[in-house]
């Protein structure tokens, strides 16, 4: 009976040895596991209806006083400055590509021939009203944001901050349109954005550029090699200093309006 007891003992020992070496096989072949570190999701709140561009939805740029360029820039949409005149645009015809519905992008100014200067003063009419739709009160209540969106990741909604926003060097700002290809986002400062050099907005989920409406207070200033998606409609001044990407329109608006700044910089209408 013992020799019995010790033989069936020895087996069960050799079959639980078996199941706890190929345990181990498969541990090891597969390598030990990652936890991946979470990314800060921020709710937006109420959905948003896109913010109304009118006629100033042709424009990649629309100025007022000036244009200044260092070259060698690139835009694919139609260039507006109203009133500043066609001298007071450093950026070359050359510089400006591609077709839309309107024919051949170009630049515009306020002192050309024909209908163009009227053009111009309702497509700048346009973009003031739409930065007064991007901040009105009937959007809803907003979520709060403040300082350096770094490593956020923002759902579809509503977004304001009572001063600055910005993205540290380097830094990622990720927008999740959530499966929604119509998704919009609404992010506006009372005073300034700024994306600082080598960061990057990101869509996740579907969203898309056109979907993407930033107002600021007073300036917006894409750093050097920043990426940026949207459409940035700001109250003085627009900057995208060297090697700069926006796929979105750059549009000024306002009494106190000033200058669109380009440095080698790449625009694309969304």
């Given at each position: 009976m013992k020799k019995l007891l010790l033989l069936i003992f020895c087996g069960l020992l050799v079959i639980s040895l078996g199941i706890f070496s190929q345990g181990c096989k498969k541990t090891s072949s597969s390598g030990p596991v990652v936890i991946p570190t979470a990314i800060p999701t921020v709710t937006g709140g109420m959905t948003q209806a896109a913010v109304v561009l009118g006629t100033s939805s042709r424009f990649a740029i629309l100025s007022d006083q000036a244009i200044t360029d260092v070259p060698t820039s690139s835009i694919t949409g139609d260039v507006g400055i109203s009133p500043g005149a066609r001298s007071s645009c450093a950026l070359l015809p050359a510089e400006v590509n591609g077709t839309g519905a309107n024919g051949a992008y170009a630049i515009y100014a306020s002192d050309d021939a024909g209908s163009v200067p009227a053009m111009l003063v309702q497509a700048k009419t346009d973009a003031l009203n739409a930065y007064g739709d991007a901040v009105n009160s009937s959007r809803g209540t907003p979520t709060s944001i403040s300082g350096n969106l770094n490593g956020l990741t923002l759902a579809p909604g509503l977004y304001e901050s009572g001063s600055s926003i910005q993205i540290s060097p380097g830094g990622i700002l990720y927008l999740d349109g959530q499966g929604d290809a119509n998704a919009v986002f609404v992010i506006r400062s009372a005073t300034s954005i700024t994306t600082e050099s080598t960061s990057a907005v990101v869509l996740e989920g579907s969203a898309q550029a056109k979907n993407i409406?930033?107002?600021?207070?007073?300036?917006?200033?894409?750093?050097?090699?920043?990426?940026?998606?949207?459409?940035?409609?700001?109250?003085?001044?627009?900057?995208?200093?060297?090697?700069?990407?926006?796929?979105?329109?750059?549009?000024?608006?306002?009494?106190?309006?000033?200058?669109?700044?380009?440095?080698?910089?790449?625009?694309?209408?969304?």
């Open positions: 409406f930033w107002s600021a207070g007073s300036a917006i200033t894409l750093g050097t090699n920043s990426v940026m998606k949207g459409t940035m409609i700001a109250g003085t001044s627009i900057s995208l200093l060297t090697g700069a990407t926006l796929d979105g329109r750059a549009l000024i608006q306002g009494a106190t309006a000033g200058n669109v700044v380009l440095q080698k910089a790449t625009i694309v209408l969304p």
